[in-house]
């Protein structure tokens, strides 16, 4: 799981119009770009990033935390986690791991990612509540239940590929409650009523599906989510059904 340093890390960055001196008109003139929506993608990126920084410590103490926190009561993760070591896998404490997940410029936030080689990452500064922390771990372990399982080319590679890692993507925004109702509709003002659960794992795959490197956009995203869409929406293995 690569995590880079955070932009404007060091003094060779490009100059943003985030102005980071500490001064408290400094503040106020950040503060009134961010509200009024003036401050540029690279700007917007050092703001996360400073803020992030600053406090590192207290984000990764209380994510990992909630993380050990979901493994010994959480009923879905500890679930996840039998289904997991049933196929000869093993995820727990030591390789889901609390990282501060630093902002790119005109690139979505994430709440936490899943590297077959390393495990799951949970982005600390995000500051997930426990609930949001547990449709984030549940989706990773989705994730790793289907690699082992399927052996997914997570980069993508050709439409197969794509189509693989659409699945996986369908899969797991379906299973993990991340698209319950009130989590759309509260979280993140998306007021669907009509077909609400479809609508949102849709849009939300095709979005992580764009992310893949032979991914050409959102169109080539949409179409792998769309071959795949009838037989991985319905597909809830190792549920019996949509758990919530």
């Known amino acids: 799981m690569d995590n880079p340093r955070p932009f404007d890390a060091d003094s060779n960055s490009p100059k943003t119009d985030f102005d980071k001196s500490g001064t408290f008109k400094a503040g106020v003139s950040n503060f009134r770009r961010l509200w009024a929506g003036q401050m540029s993608p690279e700007g917007y990126a050092e703001a996360l990033n400073t803020r992030s920084l600053r406090n590192q410590a207290s984000d990764i103490a209380r994510c990992e935390k909630q993380r050990d926190y979901l493994f010994k009561y959480s009923p879905i993760i500890r679930f996840m986690r039998e289904q997991i070591a049933s196929l000869g896998g093993e995820i727990?404490?030591?390789?889901?791991?609390?990282?501060?997940?630093?902002?790119v410029p005109r690139q979505g936030r994430q709440g936490g990612g899943f590297d077959p080689r390393y495990g799951i990452r949970l982005c600390a500064n995000e500051k997930l509540s426990r609930g949001w922390m547990e449709d984030?771990?549940?989706?990773?372990?989705?994730?790793?239940?289907?690699?082992?399982?399927?052996?997914?080319?997570?980069?993508?590679?050709?439409?197969?590929?794509l189509r693989q890692a659409a699945c996986a993507e369908i899969r797991a925004s379906n299973l993990s409650g991340e698209c319950r109702f009130w989590r759309e509709f509260v979280g993140r003002q998306q007021w669907v009523f009509t077909k609400q659960q479809q609508t949102c794992v849709r849009r939300r795959a095709i979005l992580s599906v764009m992310a893949r490197p032979a991914?050409?956009?959102?169109?080539?995203?949409?179409?792998?989510?769309?071959?795949?869409w009838d037989s991985c929406f319905s597909d809830t293995r190792p549920f019996d059904e949509i758990y919530r």
Request: with cysteine; glycine share 8%.
């Open 92 to 103: 727990d404490e030591k390789n889901v791991v609390c990282e501060t997940c630093w902002a």
């Open 215 to 228: 991914c050409k956009g959102e169109e080539d995203s949409a179409q792998a989510v769309d071959d795949v």
């Open 136 to 161: 984030t771990l549940t989706h990773e372990m989705v994730h790793a239940w289907d690699h082992l399982r399927w052996q997914v080319d997570w980069l993508g590679e050709g439409k197969t590929g």
